[in-house]
């Protein structure tokens, strides 16, 4: 079993809905991403969180540490929207250094126009 | 203010030969981070560097080594490939002092095709 799980694996959607991507992990952690990957490789950082919410623009991320889980949102979705999106957790620091990312397997996102 | 660098963009080669990465870090990160995506895969982390030495390592073979430089850069190197080394290798850069909550950059990544 992975230490993060992400669902849905795919997710297609009508431009102007509501989306919902889920993350699941079952490793104790310092903090969560939400990263944004479009075609050809790049990765962009959406969110770091540790607890509760964030919202920029019309993205939010949320995370209940008890519950080991985070959920990314997208309000009034648009095509270019379109994209893979990965949550990625972060190991509790030990010491000096940054403990590695963990990562899922992605939630692959098109939206229609 | 650069953002983390990568070269080349993408590579091809042929089994059994050797290929040399690089990565820049963003300005201020003293700390190179490598992974390896498998397509359709998320990424999977190989190794970590700071202070030019390798401080974590993931679940990858004697094959893949790696250096660091006094200005940060980082190398990543794979011998005797194998046509599962296919793949886009991202570099991540950070500072290690900073908050854990900071944030970490990505390099825009370089596709190897192994033939």
């Known amino acids: 079993k992975n230490e993060v799980e992400q669902s849905p694996q795919n997710l297609t959607a009508q431009e102007g809905e509501f989306i919902t991507i889920n993350c699941s992990y079952s490793?104790?952690?310092?903090?969560l991403h939400w990263l944004q990957q479009h075609p050809g490789g790049g990765i962009v950082s959406l969110f770091m969180?540790?607890?509760g919410k964030k919202k920029h623009g019309r993205l939010i991320a949320t995370i209940n540490i008890q519950e080991k889980h985070s959920s990314l949102h997208i309000t009034a979705s648009h095509p270019r929207d379109s994209a893979v999106y990965i949550c990625a957790v972060r190991g509790r620091v030990r010491d000096f250094g940054n403990e590695k990312l963990t990562f899922g397997t992605g939630t692959r996102l098109t939206i229609i126009p | 203010d650069a953002g983390v660098t990568q070269s080349p963009t993408h590579l091809i080669k042929t089994r059994g030969q050797q290929v040399t990465l690089r990565c820049s870090p963003k300005s201020g990160h003293d700390t190179v981070s490598w992974y390896q995506q498998a397509l359709g895969q998320g990424p999977q982390f190989i190794f970590q560097y700071y202070e030019e030495e390798e401080r974590q390592r993931g679940n990858f073979p004697d094959r893949f080594s790696g250096h660091q430089f006094p200005n940060y850069s980082s190398e990543l190197n794979v011998n005797a490939l194998l046509l599962g080394d296919s793949a886009l290798y991202l570099c991540?850069?950070?500072?290690?002092?900073?908050?854990?909550?900071?944030?970490?950059?990505f390099g825009p990544g370089t596709r190897l095709t192994v033939l």
């Open positions: 969180l540790s607890s």
């Open positions: 490793v104790g952690i310092s903090a």
């Open positions: 991540a850069s950070s500072f290690r002092l900073a908050p854990r909550t900071d944030t970490q950059y």
